[in-house]
């Protein structure tokens, strides 16, 4: 199962101070806009999602369909079969996607709660 771009997502209390932060660790902004509480950092290909006042927990993410550099790829597992996939392995995966295709989001939760979201784009 080809799970696409991968990124974790943290909830941060001062998103200039986290932003600060990473790049100190020399990672570059990316993405995001600071109005609106959010920004996707790089270090190589390492991807990292700041976010202010948008979730409680931290947060790993997956995007199907996407490169490490936000790509399209041309192979790729569509979202609806992973879900698909996950659901016949005995993982809740939530509200079944009901589009035949496009963007569409699932969220599991692994054995120590720790939410990993599934999230297409294309």
Known sequence: MNLGCFSL????????????FYEALG???FHGDENQGWLILKNGSCNLGL???MFEKNILTFNPGWTQ????MEDY???R?????????????????????GPASCSIEDPDGNQILLDQHR
């Open 69 to 72: 550099d936000a790509q399209n």
């Open 77 to 79: 597992d569509d979202i």
């Open 51 to 53: 976010f202010q006042g």
């Open 9 to 20: 997502s943290l909830t941060v209390k001062d998103l200039q101070k986290s932003k600060e």
């Open 81 to 101: 079969a992973i879900q698909k996939a996950l659901i016949a392995k005995g993982i809740d995966a939530g509200k079944i996607i009901e589009s035949e295709s």
């Open 27 to 29: 990672f570059t902004i």
